[in-house]
Structure formats: C-alpha cells, structure tokens
C-alpha cells in the first residue's frame, strides 16, 4: 500500500484473516524457568540428538556423511501456499506438505536414517495440521537426532537486500517455536545458506552471536570457487566482525551446489537409475555405481582437507516420496561399505551438517582464514547477479516499511495496558520473516508471487494496527481511532485531506528522544499546529511536486503539504499534536521557477547548495568551506540476448549486464525553487518519467534527495536500468565503503577482491556490491555517505564518484529460472518508484559531530523514524482533547546514550514479561569518543518499572548466554594480527548495570511491571 504499484489494494479489513489463523499456544520454554529446565525436561534423558547422535567416523577412512535435505524455497515461481498444498503444477511441480509426511513416514521405517529440515515457516504450518500421536513421533525423531533442523529461521534469508534487524526477528521467531516444540533438541548448531545469491559477513557474524558452531554454503564466484577446490580451501575459518569477540564461524562450501553426486539422484523429480541389485537381473548396476561413487569422492577428497565430506543427497522440493530416496541410499551405504571387506577405505553413512562439524572438529586440523565478504556472485564470466540488489524497489520499500511497523506494534503491544494482540503479532511477525526469503526481498520470484507477497504483508501490516489503535486508546484515554497513511507515498492521507480537525500522534520507536519533519497533504490553505501544552508550533504549506500531483491513480484532492517540525518525541514514547484549519489565504505558497539560465541556491544555518544554469546540483557549502557536489541521473541499457552462451546472457531480475556505457536522463533540468522558514526544496523534472525533489530542512546537517522515477519507457525495445550518480571532489583512490546488512562496514577496492587475482570482462556489474543501508566516500580530510530508504545496488566506478541503481525495467528473462522478464507494470503502464536519499556530507576529525557520528545516528532516524498516527476531531475541540485525553508518553525514564540503540523491546513469552535487546551503534574506531565501550544502568532506564528479573541471553534467545558453548575452530599457523580485545566485565556483579563494547549486541528477557 506504501508503494505505487500497491495504492489501489483493497483496504478492507481483513484482521479476521489474522485472527482467524490457527493459533499456537507456546509453552514457556526455557525463558522463564529455572536454567537448564526445558519444557520436555523429562525427554532429556533419553535425547540423543545434536552431537551425542552422531555416528562415530573411522580414523582410517574417507567418511562420507550423506546428508538428506530438501531445498523448499518460501515462495519463487509458485506462492508460499501454492508450494505448501503442492497446486499450480504447471509453474512447478512441488508440495511441501507431502516431503515433510513422506520424509517422517520413511524415517519413522529405519533407526539408521537422518534428514534435515530448515524453514520454519513450512514446518510449522505442517506441524499445526498434524495429529497428536504422529506429533509424538516426530518428538521421537527429533529427540534421537534422526530429524534434524539446520538454520531453523523462518526463511532461507537473503544475505544482500535484508536489513540485520529483520534478520535477528526472523531467526529469533522461528528458533523460539523450535525451542517451545522440541526443547534443546530443537536447537539448530549449524548454518544452512545453501541457495542465497553471495554471502555476507555479517550473516557470519549473527550465526556466531546465535551460537552456531558452523555454516554451509554453495554459491561463490566461479573463479573463487575454483580456486578454493585447487588450493583446498574451500573450509575456512570466516573471521565475521572486526569488532566482536568470538565471531570466528566455520565456513565450508558445498562441493555440488547442493545437489546429489550425478547419477545419483534417487527422487521423483529426477531421471537417475535407481540401485537394480536383483541377484539375477539383467539390469543389475551395483558395481558400476559403486564405482561411479567411489570415483566422485575420491575427487572430491582431493579438494577438501579433512578425511570427512559432505555430500548433499537432495534439491529443490525433492522427498515428495521419500521413500524412493531412501531406498536407494540404504543400498548406496550398504553396497559402498560392503567394498570394506576387499581392502576400501571408504565409510559412508547418514548425517547431518551437525555430525559433519562436530567430525571435522574432532580432526584438530587448522583452516585457512576470511575477513571480507562473498559479493559480488558470478556464476560464469558474464553472469554477475548484482542486478537483485535493486530489482522490485517498491517491494523492498514495502518490507521496510514493514520492518518498521513491527517494531512499533510489538512495543505498543507490550506497553498497551490492554493486553492481548499476540496473534496479530504473530501475523506480522511470520509476514516479515518470509519476506526475508532469498526469492522475496531480492525480487527474484515470478510477478504473481510479489503480488501474493504484497498481500500477505498487507494483511499483516492491517492485523497489527488493530494492536496499535487498541494500545493508543488505552494509553491516551482517547477513543477515537488512531490510523496509519498508508499512501503517503504518493502524498495522500484521506484523514488530513479531509478533516477540518485532526490529531497527529508521534510514535517513536528509538530509545532517545527525538525529533521529526512532519509532511501531510492538506486541501488548506492554512493550518494552526498545537501540542500538548498549547505551544503553537511554526508550519509551513509546500507545493506537492507536480508530477507527484499528476500521477494518474493518485485520488486525494491535495496540491500542498503542510510541513511542521515535531520536538522532543519522547523515547519509546508518544507525542500528540492538534491541528486545526484556519482559512488564512495570505499562506499560499508562491513558487519560484527560475528562468532558463538563471542559477539557484538553497540554503539553511548550516548548508547551501547551488544549482548551475542546466538545474543540476553543482557544489556544497559548509562553513567556510566549498566543495563540488553534483548529482545526476543516468541508465544503463540492459544486455538483450538469446542466453545460449556466456556472452548473449540477458540483463534480467537476477543479473546486471549493461550492454553500453550508460547515458544522461536529460541535459536541461527544470526547476521550481520553494523557500520557507521548516524547509527549502528545489523541484527538479528531467523528463517525463524522472524528477525528484532536493530539500534542506532548517538546522539539518544533511540533504534529502526525495525521486521519482517510472514509467521507464521501452518504445525502443530497449530494457533500462536506471542510476542516481553523485559526483564530489574527494580523492578516493579506489576505494569505497558499503554497509553488511545495515551494520559493520565494509571496504572496497574498485577492479579488485581480497582472495583472487580478478579480470573482469563486465567491469560495471563486476563492481557493484549491495546496499542496504549505505554506501559512503572518504579521503584524509572529507567523507560522503549515502543513505538509502531501501536495499539498492551500487559502487564507486571513478574517483569521488558514488551512484545507487534505484529502478529496473527489463525485456528478456535472463535464464535462472524466474522465467519472466522484470517488466513490471501497474495501472497498465510501467511501475513507478519513489524513494529518497539521505547525504552525508563533511570533514573528518575531532570536532562537536564528525560526518561518521552524524551518519551512524542518522542510520537510525532512515531505519526507524517516529511513526504517525492520525485520527480524527471533527467532534473534538482544542480545549476537550487537551485536558481530557493523555498526549505525551514515554516508557524510558530518560534516552540512552547516543552510541546505543534499543534494537527490540517487545511481549515475551509470560505476562510482564519482555524479550529486550540493546546493540552500541559504533564500530571501535569510528570515532574516539562514541566508540568507546559504554555503560548504563537498567533500574534508571527503565526507573517506571519494577524489575523483578533479568537474565541474558544468546542472540537469538533461543539459549541462556552462560550455557553457550560453540565449537573451536583454529587458523592456519600463519601470522595473522590478532583483534585487540576491549572487553569490559562488570566487577560489582550488579545484573543491572550494562556494558557495550563496540557493535555488541545483548539481549535480555526481563520481567518487570510498571509502577
């Protein structure tokens, strides 16, 4: 509903939809119990799952561990629920439903047989279905560790487009319904990425904070990956932050994708010969398979260090009859084993990624080392899947925009004196979790699958604002209902356009106080601003940009903007302001549109930009300083080809290929220049399908460059990909910096990697990493960052140059499996996308807010900004809802300090009681005073409750932090610097007091009451 392509959704309401789901009712766990006490503590005897069911590897042998799996992606060429009934066949031919029963009917035949299940979200809608005598079954094959879970979030997650807020929510909620169903023995300890498109450090970086002994993968570029099989480095210890103690994770890459060896793919969906061993058939094959196995894996055994490997023994939605598997893999390890007598030294058997760690732990070899990422992944020379990173913007708005709303529903829902909600919660929650899917977020599924994916979050989005409008009503004593502009995007909100009276409510989700340009659409012409106290607030009417007002479908009434700044929303807290028409025509915005070659300037206390006499952005003032700073639209043409060879492979929803030097938008700009008191703004038009505005607000340090960009015209046959370019007078030297999920910050050097000599035949695509949050441009003296309101591609192709790609359109599929063109459309022409831009922008060093400090904090304020609620006072005067109503509220005693940030506070799993987590927002030397280690004391933040309990735990919450113990793994004796550590441990023992070293994350459950 929050991005174009969605605003004429049906908006009714479908919480019955939520609410009508079957519910889970989770026991407590091991949360709020004595430590080490499960909910199926009288299992735990007779468990002999994890490490403890492990068959026991031959030291003189090549263990083979054959681990069972089916890849079930969580929506791609078929929906979530297409894929779980196993309908629509003729998009694919796969049920979800049937693996997980055929799958436990199999193992259930046969104590010696494992399989491993990773998404909980198909899980857990299968579990819900099931009877209770086969639910104690499945108890029973996970107790012996037959049926293993691996990952164990609710999604495969992406690892280049998804932010590591919703990534933690999405592991957190899946590990807690594992948790509650099976107890430890639902613990995942091993990492299972095996299909997301390139990997990130930082997703290391959380398996580590999780607890997970290890992690496996199979897609790295094609050179990567044939040099790591030559040199044997293929396992490696990943060295996931340079910031964390302990953030070593084990790292090994799957030697066939994650497929079964060739020939031998037992499943339905596969055309390989079965094992035939009648005594007497004709057809008979044991020996030559035998042999055909025994000849991969000793190819394979040249390639890997240990004499244990791990061979994948399924695809994509195999096990649909599991017992055709099975079958032939009991007469694979029979038949292979059998060779032991005659001199073999090959053992094979069932296993798991558990098994295989544990195993290769028990070697005590020594592995080689990583520090930076796995981006970009190319899967031949010409096949760089860079173009996901921006491919579907509006849906990867729509899953901010939803990230967003939930951390404010799950605070409003824990501090709403009215309890209840949790199924609406959950509603969002497990939303959120599949839009993190590496088939959703990326933009990589058939369009009928982003348009289901739009719904289920809608629906989502809807069902939580029930516990949102029941939590304002309780806390403000006001019973009029508290609605979301869901369309401001396209700046329309039914309530401001069409009430005389209306009552804007600030929610800020962040536990400092803070501060908001508030901008909503108003058929006025004037309008008085109240808060709380009866303080009249300045405002200002501003002219929505034309081509905003012209967008075809947009229905509100509005021409202007009424624009006021919003003090002081106190953290975790509300603040509430009464706004009311006026008829004053004397505040009619005047707009100025400068002529042809006349050159503009805005300004406020701090910045000034100029425009040269083409319209476009030319330099940057700050103090007594003046630097260049232009900024321009281009695109790229995407590669149209016939996808036979390597070189006719199509730009398409996965890859970027330009197949030309990109080209200007426009050479002219039209300008309209709007200068008031709260904000300056230039208008800029392009063409007819680019335009953007460029705004200061007063006392701002950074710019805001709000786009819009569609319909992307294709009358010349031609695909486009569409870039902001930025280019500034900082020297460089070819080296830029991106974001790793939102967090720790990545350097970059142009044309290089870390781990391999590049020659790079796609040299722009080659160079693109993705964005989620930032990408920034630094020398001895200036540094410039970019912040984006959604995931987007982007890189540094010149020397003080950045550029993000924030639109696709494209002709040809480019043959990795979607099966469509990304050509999409709404309303019958092209999608339109807006977003914005947030620059950064001064000099490095000592000073009251260096650039660095100022972009950490702002990271915050893109991510998440105060939400607003507008309801209705048509009915209401000043007077009645100031004295009558509560309209200013915060759960926090005072903010924390500025390098900390309140990453989750919401309803844990008892009455009163709260999963909370604080993160230190800098890494160690980012800045000499924010980055040092901080303290802070629990009883004075939260001072408005009673604390009757703490304890800490991992990442996830899945375990007790004192019970935490992973698997050691160790380098190669070569010298590496060692990290110096800046651990700080509380000395008094008090449970209150909390420390955070740089980029540390800690979560707690609490249990407290308010006063």
């Given at each position: 509903m929050w991005c174009l392509r969605s605003s004429l959704l049906l908006f009714a309401c479908l919480l019955a939809v939520a609410a009508a789901r079957p519910g889970r009712h989770h026991g407590?766990?091991?949360?709020?119990?004595?430590?080490?006490?499960?909910?199926?503590?009288?299992?735990?005897?007779?468990?002999?799952?994890?490490?403890?069911?492990?068959?026991?590897?031959?030291?003189?042998?090549?263990?083979?561990?054959?681990?069972?799996?089916?890849?079930?992606?969580?929506?791609?060429?078929?929906?979530?629920?297409?894929?779980?009934?196993?309908?629509?066949?003729?998009?694919?031919?796969?049920g979800v439903q049937y693996i997980l029963d055929s799958v436990v009917e199999a193992l259930l035949k046969n104590p010696d047989r494992k399989f491993i299940y990773v998404e909980s979200a198909f899980f857990f809608k299968w579990w819900d279905e099931q009877t209770p005598e086969l639910q104690k079954a499945v108890h029973k094959l996970v107790r012996e560790g037959r049926l293993e879970f691996a990952g164990g979030a609710w999604s495969m997650n992406d690892e280049a487009a998804s932010h590591y807020q919703s990534l933690i929510d999405q592991f957190t909620w899946g590990l807690r319904l594992l948790n509650d169903t099976f107890g430890e023995c639902g613990r995942p300890r091993a990492g299972w990425q095996i299909d997301p498109f390139g990997h990130s450090r930082e997703q290391a970086s959380l398996f580590a904070q999780m607890g997970f002994d290890g992690m496996f993968f199979a897609r790295l570029d094609w050179r990567d990956n044939t040099k790591r099989l030559q040199d044997k480095t293929a396992e490696m210890l990943w060295k996931s932050s340079a910031n964390l103690e302990d953030s070593d994770m084990f790292t090994s890459v799957l030697y066939n994708h994650y497929s079964a060896p060739p020939g031998f793919c037992f499943d339905i969906l596969c055309r390989d010969d079965p094992f035939v061993d009648g005594q007497y058939s004709v057809e008979n094959n044991v020996k030559q398979k035998v042999d055909d196995f025994l000849a991969f894996v000793t190819n394979m055994s040249a390639r890997y260090r240990s004499n244990n490997l791990i061979i994948t023994m399924g695809d994509d939605f195999n096990y649909m009859d599991a017992n055709m598997n099975f079958v032939n893999m009991d007469k694979l390890i029979k038949y292979t084993n059998a060779r032991q007598s005659a001199g073999s030294k090959v053992n094979v058997f069932y296993s798991t990624p558990t098994c295989y760690l544990k195993a290769v732990h028990d070697t005590q070899l020594t592995w080689p080392t990583k520090t930076d990422d796995f981006f970009p992944y190319a899967s031949d020379p010409h096949a760089y899947w860079t173009g996901y990173f921006t491919s579907r913007p509006t849906s990867k708005r729509m899953e901010r925009h939803g990230n967003h709303f939930l951390q404010v529903c799950k605070q409003l829902t824990a501090l709403s004196p009215s309890k209840g909600g949790e199924e609406h919660l959950t509603v969002l929650r497990e939303a959120i979790g599949v839009m993190q899917h590496h088939d959703a977020i990326t933009g990589t599924e058939k369009q009928h699958v982003t348009d289901d994916y739009s719904r289920m979050l809608h629906v989502a989005i809807e069902a939580c604002g029930a516990n949102t409008n029941a939590a304002l009503q309780s806390m403000t004593k006001n019973p009029a209902t508290f609605e979301s502009c869901h369309l401001l995007n396209i700046t329309q909100c039914e309530i401001s356009e069409t009430k005389e009276n209306f009552v804007v409510t600030l929610y800020n989700p962040l536990a400092h106080a803070n501060y908001q340009y508030v901008r909503l659409p108003v058929t006025g012409n004037s309008y008085l601003v109240r808060d709380h106290s009866g303080q009249e607030l300045s405002s200002q009417m501003v002219s929505i940009p034309e081509p905003v007002a012209n967008l075809f479908y947009r229905v509100g009434l509005s021409t202007q903007e009424l624009v006021f700044l919003a003090n002081d929303i106190p953290p975790m807290g509300y603040r509430s302001y009464y706004v009311s028409e006026t008829y004053?025509?004397?505040?009619?915005?005047?707009?100025?549109?400068?002529?042809?070659?006349?050159?503009?300037?805005?300004?406020?206390?701090?910045?000034?930009?100029?425009?040269?006499?083409?319209?476009?952005?030319?330099?940057?003032?700050?103090?007594?300083?003046?630097?260049?700073?232009?900024?321009?639209?281009?695109?790229?043409?995407?590669?149209?080809?016939?996808?036979?060879?390597?070189?006719?492979?199509?730009?398409?929803?996965?890859?970027?290929?330009?197949?030309?030097?990109?080209?200007?938008?426009?050479?002219?700009?039209?300008?309209?220049?709007?200068?008031?008191?709260?904000?300056?703004?230039?208008?800029?038009?392009?063409?007819?399908?680019?335009?953007?505005?460029?705004?200061?607000?007063?006392?701002?340090?950074?710019?805001?460059?709000?786009?819009?960009?569609?319909?992307?015209p294709i009358d010349d046959g031609k695909g486009k990909e569409i870039i902001s370019r930025f280019y500034t007078d900082i020297q460089s030297d070819g080296v830029f910096w991106t974001d790793s999920n939102g967090r720790e910050m990545i350097k970059r050097v142009r044309d290089q990697r870390e781990t391999w000599d590049l020659e790079l035949v796609e040299p722009v695509a080659g160079n693109y990493y993705p964005v989620t949050t930032k990408i920034a441009l630094e020398d001895d003296n200036l540094r410039m960052a970019v912040l984006n309101d959604r995931a987007q591609g982007g890189t540094s192709m010149q020397d003080g140059v950045v550029e993000l790609m924030v639109h696709r359109r494209l002709l040809r599929d480019d043959a990795f499996g979607v099966g469509e063109a990304l050509n999409e459309t709404s309303y019958g022409t092209g999608l339109i996308a807006r977003g914005k831009h947030f620059l950064v922008f001064g000099t490095k060093g000592p000073q009251m807010m260096p650039v660095q400090v100022r972009e950490r904090v702002m990271q915050n304020h893109v991510m998440m900004p105060a939400w607003m609620f507008l309801s209705d006072a048509t009915d209401l005067s000043f007077d009645e809802w100031q004295s009558n109503y509560i309209n200013m509220f915060s759960a926090m005693a005072a903010s924390l300090p500025v390098n900390v940030n309140l990453l989750t506070f919401e309803p844990w799993k008892q009455p009163s009681t709260y999963?909370?987590?604080?993160?230190?927002?800098?890494?160690?030397?980012?800045?000499?005073?924010?980055?040092?280690?901080?303290?802070?004391?629990?009883?004075?933040?939260?001072?408005?409750?009673?604390i009757s309990s703490i304890q800490e735990t991992t990442l996830a919450a899945n375990q007790w932090k004192e019970d935490m113990s992973r698997l050691k793994f160790y380098a190669d004796p070569v010298p590496v610097p060692e990290q110096t550590s800046n651990q700080i441990m509380a000395k008094s023992g008090d449970v209150m007091e909390i420390i955070l070293n740089p980029m540390e994350i800690r979560t707690f459950v609490i249990q407290m009451d308010f006063k």
């Open positions: 407590s766990g091991f949360m709020l119990e004595a430590r080490n006490h499960w909910r199926h503590n009288e299992l735990r005897e007779e468990a002999k799952c994890g490490y403890e069911s492990c068959p026991v590897p031959k030291d003189d042998m090549l263990n083979i561990h054959l681990v069972p799996h089916s890849h079930d992606d969580v929506g791609w060429l078929k929906t979530v629920d297409q894929y779980y009934y196993g309908s629509k066949s003729n998009h694919q031919y796969a004053d025509d004397s505040h009619t915005q005047n707009d100025e549109h400068p002529s042809k070659k006349k050159t503009v300037s805005i300004a406020n206390n701090r910045l000034t930009l100029n425009f040269d006499e083409n319209g476009f952005l030319s330099t940057i003032n700050f103090g007594e300083e003046s630097h260049r700073l232009q900024q321009d639209f281009l695109y790229y043409e995407g590669a149209y080809g016939n996808n036979e060879i390597f070189e006719n492979r199509s730009s398409g929803a996965y890859i970027f290929r330009p197949n030309s030097t990109e080209k200007h938008a426009t050479s002219l700009v039209r300008l309209t220049v709007i200068k008031g008191d709260q904000v300056q703004e230039v208008h800029q038009q392009f063409n007819e399908w680019v335009s953007q505005v460029i705004r200061l607000h007063d006392n701002e340090m950074h710019v805001e460059f709000e786009w819009m960009v569609g319909p992307i999963l909370v987590r604080f993160e230190h927002l800098f890494e160690k030397n980012e800045d000499s005073l924010y980055s040092s280690p901080i303290t802070f004391n629990l009883e004075e933040v939260f001072s408005k409750f009673s």
